[in-house]
């Protein structure tokens, strides 16, 4: 078992910064992917981005050049540094945990919420 304990989540005005955190913990040497998903009322939970325990990373296209994700695995956290926000990318942020055998975890979510 994995658990997770988001960080960060808040209100900032469009053009602002926020800055995500997931700290896991649990069976942590099974962790293959981090990363982090939003999801919005009515609508489908839809990836933002991922990290490897390879450093490889994944982005969606509507974040990318704004959005960087970051982890340590000596401390089993993800952080998402969130720039340049936008009222779109308002949302709540679950954070997202997969094993090497697949099995996927998720966080509490975390409300963002942009203004213009």
């Known amino acids: 078992q994995v658990q997770m304990v988001e960080s960060g989540g808040g209100l900032v005005q469009a053009g602002g910064s926020l800055r995500l955190s997931c700290a896991a913990s649990?069976?942590?040497?099974?962790?293959?992917?981090m990363g982090w998903y939003r999801q919005i009322p009515g609508k489908q939970r839809e990836l933002v981005a991922t990290v490897t325990s390879g450093s490889s990373t994944n982005y969606a296209d509507s974040v990318k050049g704004r959005f960087t994700i970051s982890r340590d695995n000596a401390k089993n956290t993800v952080d998402l540094q969130m720039n340049s926000l936008k009222p779109e990318d308002t949302a709540v942020y679950y954070c997202y945990v997969r094993t090497i055998r697949w099995r996927v975890y998720w966080g509490q979510g975390t409300q963002v919420t942009v203004s213009s």
């Open positions: 649990g069976t942590t040497l099974s962790i293959d992917t």
